[in-house]
Nanobody, 126 residues
Framework: VQLQASGGGLVQAGGSLTLSCAASDPTFGYYAMGWFRQAPGKEREFVTAITWRAGKAYYADSMKGRFTISRDPAKNTVYLRMNALEPEDTAVYYC????????????????????WGQGTLVTVSS
């Protein structure tokens, strides 16, 4: 499976962006897709994830209320809508997919995902 992330760019603080991540293969039957981010000099962190069949969403506490994840099964695509962006949100955002059922089901853990996209840079200016 190949994942293509897009939608990053430069935005002013308080602005919004929507990221997209398209999977190369039909995603029916896959377990979940998620977004992680890595800021300069920091470790990768969980942002949000969504289970593919049920559409159940999970968010990191700091993103709740500002970020929204959604999916379009017909397009094999997951979206990340980011509102009220802050300079601290500046990072490379990576999408990932967990294609299998099993493991710990802890979607906040990067090790649960078996395919990753190349990342898209989001820069929030103050």
């Amino acid at each position: 499976v190949q994942l293509q992330a897009s939608g990053g760019g430069l935005v002013q603080a308080g602005g919004s962006l929507t990221l997209s991540c398209a999977a190369s293969d039909p995603t029916f039957g896959y377990y979940a897709m998620g977004w992680f981010r890595q800021a300069p000099g920091k470790e990768r962190e969980f942002v949000t994830a969504i289970t593919w069949r049920a559409g159940k969403a999970y968010y990191a506490d700091s993103m709740k209320g500002r970020f929204t994840i959604s999916r379009d099964p017909a397009k094999n695509t997951v979206y990340l809508r980011m509102n009220a962006l802050e300079p601290e949100d500046t990072a490379v955002y990576y999408c990932a997919i967990k294609t299998f059922y099993g493991g710990s089901y802890d979607l906040q853990t990067g090790a649960e995902y078996n395919y990753w996209g190349q990342g898209t840079l989001v820069t929030v200016s103050s």
